[in-house]
């Protein structure tokens, strides 16, 4: 079937849209950060992404459409980021989605956004065959899927307090760094020498594949308050820190994803998400996925992170799904927003 899907993704604080094509992949893809937005806040300030979303959107959906050249006539559905995410962000995407799709006459898809996340390596060149344990890591998630096909998901483990990308943050914050501090901890973390802290790894002694990084984080806390009451709280100290948080947290990483690997008999991996561009996380992942002789795939930098490119390749999968069931939705449809949506129900 000859198909093309315009995704529209609104769920934090990017509004990114993209248009995927059945024969000729992804035609065009666009993005807006409101990283500058938020900076002088600390983190994202939901009220703050909903009402840059709704200036951005309608502008990024026509450059785009004009970038692809595709007019909406030729569109057969407007995908779009239904959750999980923050709830006015989302309900931005979504009624606009819906709206566009009832004036186009096409059906608006509702998407989850971890589905879109799980899939995005496939959008690459040399795409990973099913199945593949995901290892999903971002300011907002860290879980780990097994993966057995196209809709057949089973979360093997996630946080219990903390996302990865949310650790770094909080710690970056902590030693000074601006938001948001994941990258630049990492590149102080290249200076520092953090052997001498033995931080905890968290819950790597524990069976199974959960994560929790809050006692991790009060551990840099303790020693940052004791440095600092010591006025050593020095540029050669703080890289110290910066790199025995970073130590542990990638040996958890790694840990847990190599244990969900081999528990699931799987030879491939795929890391999605923000702090899936973390340099050391990048080859000690590779490293032990090696060692027991499977392979470590990603997608390229700019669709680890949130982007409409995943919500359109999403949208096409569903459609094509549906077309091959009978079950094509009509057009518009009603609007679906969820700032909470656990992936085995997408
Ligand atoms: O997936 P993402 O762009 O946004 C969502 O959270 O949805 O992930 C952003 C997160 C932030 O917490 C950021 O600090 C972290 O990814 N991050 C990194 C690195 N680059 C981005 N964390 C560690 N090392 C990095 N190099
Ligand atoms: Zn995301």
């Given at each position: 079937m000859q198909s093309v899907v315009l995704g529209i993704e609104t769920s934090c604080d990017e509004t990114a849209v993209a248009v995927y094509h059945?024969?000729?992949?992804?035609l065009a893809h666009r993005l807006h950060s409101q990283i500058a937005l938020h900076a002088g806040y600390g983190g994202v300030v939901p009220e703050l992404a909903s009402r840059d979303h709704i200036r951005k959107l309608l502008p990024l959906v026509d450059a785009t459409l004009t970038a692809s050249g595709i007019r909406p006539g030729q569109l057969s559905a407007v995908a779009y980021t239904a959750g999980p995410g923050l709830i006015g962000a989302l309900l931005v995407g979504a009624t606009m989605a819906v709206g566009l799709a009832t004036a186009w006459n096409i059906p608006a898809l509702p998407i989850h956004h971890m589905e879109a996340h799980l899939l995005a390596t496939l959008l690459e060149d040399d795409p990973p065959a099913f199945p593949f344990v995901a290892l999903l890591v971002s300011g907002g998630h860290t879980m780990l899927v097994d993966v057995q096909g196209f809709g057949r998901y089973e979360v093997l483990g996630q946080t219990l307090d903390d996302a990865a990308g949310e650790a770094f943050d909080k710690t970056a914050k902590l030693l000074g760094l601006p938001y948001p501090g994941g990258p630049e901890l990492a590149a102080l973390a290249e200076f520092g020498d953090g052997a001498r802290f033995a931080f905890p790894r968290p819950m790597l002694r524990h069976p199974g594949v959960d994560f929790s990084f809050s006692g991790l984080k009060t551990a840099v806390m303790l020693r940052v308050r004791e440095a600092e009451a010591a006025g050593r709280l020095d540029d050669a100290m703080r890289a110290d820190l910066a790199d025995g948080f970073q130590q542990a947290v990638v040996d958890t990483l790694v840990g847990k994803a190599v244990r969900a690997v081999k528990q699931q008999g799987r030879q491939r991996l795929i890391i999605a998400g923000g702090v899936g561009a973390n340099r050391l996380l990048r080859e000690r992942l590779r490293t032990a996925m090696t060692e027991i002789g499977g392979t470590v795939h990603y997608p390229r930098a700019e669709f680890c992170t949130d982007n409409g490119a995943m919500i359109a390749f999403t949208g096409w999968l569903h459609l094509q799904a549906a077309a091959a069931r009978g079950t094509l939705a009509p057009p518009g449809g009603t609007v679906h927003a969820r700032a909470r949506w656990n992936l085995q129900e997408a």
């Amino acid at each position: 079937m000859q198909s093309v899907v315009l995704g529209i993704e609104t769920s934090c604080d990017e509004t990114a849209v993209a248009v995927y094509h059945a024969e000729r992949g992804l035609l065009a893809h666009r993005l807006h950060s409101q990283i500058a937005l938020h900076a002088g806040y600390g983190g994202v300030v939901p009220e703050l992404a909903s009402r840059d979303h709704i200036r951005k959107l309608l502008p990024l959906v026509d450059a785009t459409l004009t970038a692809s050249g595709i007019r909406p006539g030729q569109l057969s559905a407007v995908a779009y980021t239904a959750g999980p995410g923050l709830i006015g962000a989302l309900l931005v995407g979504a009624t606009m989605a819906v709206g566009l799709a009832t004036a186009w006459n096409i059906p608006a898809l509702p998407i989850h956004h971890m589905e879109a996340h799980l899939l995005a390596t496939l959008l690459e060149d040399d795409p990973p065959a099913f199945p593949f344990v995901a290892l999903l890591v971002s300011g907002g998630h860290t879980m780990l899927v097994d993966v057995q096909g196209f809709g057949r998901y089973e979360v093997l483990g996630q946080t219990l307090d903390d996302a990865a990308g949310e650790a770094f943050d909080k710690t970056a914050k902590l030693l000074g760094l601006p938001y948001p501090g994941g990258p630049e901890l990492a590149a102080l973390a290249e200076f520092g020498d953090g052997a001498r802290f033995a931080f905890p790894r968290p819950m790597l002694r524990h069976p199974g594949v959960d994560f929790s990084f809050s006692g991790l984080k009060t551990a840099v806390m303790l020693r940052v308050r004791e440095a600092e009451a010591a006025g050593r709280l020095d540029d050669a100290m703080r890289a110290d820190l910066a790199d025995g948080f970073q130590q542990a947290v990638v040996d958890t990483l790694v840990g847990k994803a190599v244990r969900a690997v081999k528990q699931q008999g799987r030879q491939r991996l795929i890391i999605a998400g923000g702090v899936g561009a973390n340099r050391l996380l990048r080859e000690r992942l590779r490293t032990a996925m090696t060692e027991i002789g499977g392979t470590v795939h990603y997608p390229r930098a700019e669709f680890c992170t949130d982007n409409g490119a995943m919500i359109a390749f999403t949208g096409w999968l569903h459609l094509q799904a549906a077309a091959a069931r009978g079950t094509l939705a009509p057009p518009g449809g009603t609007v679906h927003a969820r700032a909470r949506w656990n992936l085995q129900e997408a």
